[in-house]
């Protein structure tokens, strides 16, 4: 069963076409990541799935239903973390906690005053006088305490400092570790991604690419040669992507250290030291994507 | 979860409702001293004279206050949903989304209402202190079409506040700019009493137009 | 549903404001206000003259038979109306039909009084409280009465300004004399000038609930009350009392039907005014008296009419005046083309809000057809067809103003 499926996606806006025909899925239980360059459409696709916007055409399936008309119960199962670390600001804490606690039947208050305990601040603070990081773990409080099966994670690491990420990767790790949660998450910040997606969606010129992360890690390949001359390779079958810096280029393809050696000289490009070499999942989403 | 809607909103308007109410007693109470001041200075008989056949509002200061009241609630609780766009929040609990908002409106509408009733009451008594019963009924018939002004006010304000389009926002606000100009029309007590039982039909016409701009807020919500 | 209702109330509310507001602001740019005609008898030219305004402060000054004046002798023409200007010239006293008229005799045979519509009993609001002076023979001035009455549904009730209270005693003083004379409580209408910027003070006709009519006056705080022979059949909208020191009627009796009569100093007797159209619901009307003839005017939206009468209140000679209208036809058509209808409240007739719909003339339904076919060619398929049903029932009927409320509203709505 599917947590998230999209059918013929078509959206415009202002006489943009942002996609013409998306189509995917993402398995119940599963850690998926949305990735792709600003501008895009990931964070619009974003809120089609969040149900804040009507895609032109196609559909969207959230948990069974249409995305942008999800029954209360369904919602009752979402949860949602909007860029920025949404949360009423005019509310403290406590009063954030007695909001929700009457909204969701599931409620668990232990689940949320444990993440806020963690900070060590009073009850009484209002949201509003939080920094970002103290406010994130009030927003990931009020997600968790409400046991969803769904998340959907809009730029989470926006704001914060690696300590406030890395708290709230723990408390993802466990929450998936609960089994039968699903998870869609974008983030900027792809070295935290990497150690928590299973899979990936590349959101690129209206186009996706899905793939599993260790699928992805182990087939794409980083190559580094080094050139005296100035190079431009363009993308084809073999070649994802090229960047050069000083006398060293650096080639990114889903093709083997022999194949890429082949296609090079076929270009005419003399590449000294051709080698593979360790490739992070940013050099993949730079390598795959592109810098702009 | 109707108390959890009914305490968010409290929240947000807590102390604009204290802040407009302040107001309203205030200017009950300039209303009461002016009265009483003038029935003291000047002869009891021509002050009746004025309120009853020159048609003088004694108690024409409060004429917009409900207006500003209507305003400041609705700018008190649909300010701070759209700051960040945080009325996603909203949307996104676990209830009927049009059952969220009408319990958001209710809320703001009952707290007006208690003030502008208030309000109303304290003329009443003041004009009924000094001048035959007549004219206190007058007063109430007189005040309807302000109060109800202010809650078209009210009503316009969450729906340009909730409207994401600049142009609509804009034809929306001149609607009810109208709307309001409408409620105002007259002059003297009870000018426009024969118009309201057609006139409150604007209330609920106002009302549901607010669910018009919520629904165009989560359909292009970007 | 809840969708459904909504969209339709922000497109209704948008109708509501345009129809309101844009005719009236059409009209503040495009259509010009004039004044009504002023007609008057000419005692010596024997028919009617009039000044009517063609707007910009520019006047025509005519009679009947079409001849046209200049002011000055426009004004010569009315020598009771202007007699200030013969006294000016050394040109009094006057002679009409070889009767002489000095300024003294013009003056007290003079008598003018305008009833406008909205001033009328259930015209405008008005709370039930009248002052009641008191008459003192001694003294000249008319002093405020230090109270005001109301009637009760048993009682004529005085209440003291100072004490806020009912004066007792004077409330049973009164009270009791009606009694003895037979008035049926409550009251139906009450008639009197509750000013005291008069020349003296004749109280007020009250008409009981069997429709008997009782003249009330105060005279030192004493009830001075008498039931007068009046027809109770009368079906009386309003008493106007005008006292003036002619001294030859008490005031004026308006019925429902549109009678006029007179209430004279002859012991309550009506004279009845041959005024044959007359609608107190949308008309104005002046009674002008000089020493010679008697004319009412009654002016309507389109036409002013009036009749002469001699002393005896005879008539001999009407008129009626169509309004000169300034505005252009093309003006006219324009409107009706854009405006199907009008949201009005103000009514020249009425003291307070008038609210109704006015329709345009027989270019509406052009204007209609036309914002039906921009309705059809800008009208998006997609849209389900209840929608499309729904949106063209609305312009259909309200023209351009659904037109624009779809089209600003629901432009880029989606289903």
């Known amino acids: 069963m599917n947590a998230i499926e999209v059918h013929n996606l078509y959206h415009q806006y202002n006489g943009r076409i942002l996609y013409a025909d998306l189509n995917f899925s993402i398995p119940e239980g599963t850690i ?261 | 979860m109707l108390y959890s809607l009914l305490f968010k909103e409290w929240l947000k308007l807590k102390r604009y409702f204290a802040a407009v109410l302040l107001l309203n007693c205030g200017i009950c109470l300039e209303i009461f001293f002016n009265i009483r001041q003038q029935m003291y200075a000047e002869h009891a008989e021509m002050v009746w004279y004025q309120a009853i056949h020159i048609h003088s509002l004694l108690y024409q200061d409060i004429r ?24 996603r929040l909203s949307l996104h609990l676990p209830v009927s989304r049009s059952l969220m908002l009408f319990f958001s409106l209710l809320s703001g509408v009952m707290l007006y209402l208690i003030i502008c009733g208030s309000t109303s009451l304290c003329i009443y ?98 | 549903m809840i969708r459904f209702i909504s969209r339709y109330s922000g497109i209704l509310l948008a109708i509501v404001a345009m129809s309101y507001a844009f005719p009236v602001g059409f009209d503040k740019v495009f259509v010009q206000e004039i004044g009504s005609p002023l007609l008057f008898f000419s005692p010596l030219q024997k028919q ?113 300004a100072d004490s806020n209270r009912i004066d007792v005693p004077l409330t049973e003083r009164f009270t009791s004399v009606l009694n003895t004379l037979g008035f049926v409580f409550p009251a139906t209408v009450i008639g009197g000038k509750t000013t005291n910027l008069k020349p003296f003070d004749e109280g007020f006709f009250v008409r009981d609930s069997d429709g008997q009519v009782f003249h009330i006056k105060r005279v030192l705080d004493q009830p001075v009350i008498v039931k007068t022979p009046i027809d109770p059949k009368l079906d009386i909208q309003d008493i106007i009392v005008s006292e003036n020191r002619r001294k030859e009627f008490y005031g004026i009796i308006i019925t429902r039907q549109g009678g006029l009569h007179l209430i004279s100093y002859d012991n309550y007797r009506l004279i009845s005014l041959p005024v044959e159209l007359y609608e107190p619901d949308r008309m104005d009307f002046t009674l002008l008296i000089n020493p010679l003839y008697t004319t009412v005017v009654s002016s309507q939206a389109k036409t002013v009419s009036a009749t002469a009468m001699d002393r005896n209140y005879q008539s001999f000679r009407t008129f009626e005046l169509e309004r000169y209208n300034p505005t252009s036809s093309l003006v006219q058509v324009s409107r009706d083309l854009l405006f199907p209808f009008q949201i009005c409240f103000d009514n020249p007739y009425r003291g307070q809000a008038d609210l109704r719909l006015q329709f345009g003339g027989v270019w509406a339904l052009f204007g209609i057809l036309l914002a039906l076919i921009v309705f059809l060619l800008t009208a998006r398929k997609k849209q389900p067809l209840s929608i499309r049903k729904g949106d063209f029932f609305l312009v259909l009927f309200t023209g351009f103003f659904g037109l624009i409320a779809i089209s600003c509203l629901t432009r880029d709505e989606s289903f």
């Open chain 1, 32 to 292: 998926c990541g949305l990735l792709g360059k600003n501008g895009q459409g990931k964070t619009t696709l974003v809120n089609i799935l969040m149900g804040f916007l009507k895609p032109t055409s196609g559909q969207c399936l959230v948990l069974g239903e249409d995305s942008h008309d999800l029954s209360p119960v369904v919602r009752s199962r979402i949860g949602l973390l909007h860029e920025g670390h949404l949360a009423y600001e005019f509310m403290t804490i406590s009063q954030t906690e007695k909001f929700y606690r009457g909204c969701y039947v599931n409620w668990d208050p232990e689940i949320f005053f444990h993440l806020i305990g963690k900070m060590g601040l009073p009850h009484d603070q209002k949201v509003a006088t939080l920094s970002c990081g103290q406010r994130s773990q009030v927003v990931l409080g009020v997600i968790m305490a409400q046991n969803p099966d769904l998340l959907i994670l809009d730029d989470y690491s926006m704001g914060l400092d690696v300590g406030y990420r890395r708290l709230f990767l723990d408390v993802l790790h466990d929450f998936a570790a609960l089994g039968g949660k699903t998870i869609l998450v974008t983030s900027h910040i792809l070295q935290d991604l990497e150690q928590l997606v299973e899979t990936m969606i590349f959101l690129d010129s209206g186009g996706i690419m899905q793939i599993g992360l260790d699928d992805f890690m182990s087939s794409f390949h980083k190559y580094v040669f080094h050139n005296a001359k100035e190079l431009k390779l363009l993308k084809d079958d073999v070649v994802s992507g090229f960047e050069q810096r000083g006398g060293q280029s650096t080639l990114y393809s889903f093709c083997d250290l022999g194949q890429v050696q082949r296609h090079l000289i076929s270009l005419g490009v003399h590449a000294e030291k051709l080698s593979k070499v360790e490739m992070t999942l940013e050099d993949g989403f730079i390598g795959l994507m592109g810098k702009y």
């Open chain 2, 64 to 87: 917009y206050v409900p207006l500003f009241t209507g305003l400041v609630l609705a700018t008190a609780q649909f300010v701070p949903e759209m700051m960040g766009r945080r009325f």
């Open chain 2, 125 to 222: 008594l003041t004009l009924q202190k000094y001048f035959p019963i007549e004219v206190a009924q007058s007063s109430l018939s007189t005040m309807v079409s302000w109060v109800l002004a202010g809650l078209i006010a009210y009503f316009g304000c969450a729906s340009v506040l909730l409207e994401q389009s600049w142009p609509r926002r804009v034809f929306l606000l001149l609607v009810f700019v109208t709307l309001v100009k409408m409620l105002y029309a007259g002059f003297g007590y009870g000018w426009l009493a024969p118009a309201l039982p057609a006139l409150v039909l604007l209330a609920p016409l106002a009302m549901f137009s607010v669910f018009d701009s919520a629904r165009r807020f989560q359909d292009k919500g970007v």
């Open chain 3, 48 to 160: 009617f003259i009039y000044r009517e305004s063609l707007g910009g402060h520019r006047f025509n000054y005519m009679n009947e038979s079409g001849a046209s004046y200049n002011r000055i002798d426009f004004e010569s023409l009315l020598p009771f109306l202007y007699y200030k200007n013969l006294e000016k010239k050394n040109a009094l006293p006057v002679h009409i039909d070889g009767r002489v008229f000095s300024k003294k005799a013009i003056k007290i045979g003079r008598q003018g009084l305008g009833i406008k519509s909205r001033h009328l009993n259930n015209h405008h609001p008005q709370i039930q409280l009248y002052p009641l002076f008191s008459n003192n023979p001694e003294v000249a001035v008319i002093p405020f009465p230090e109270d005001v009455f109301r009637f009760s549904d048993t009682a004529m009730e005085f209440i003291n």
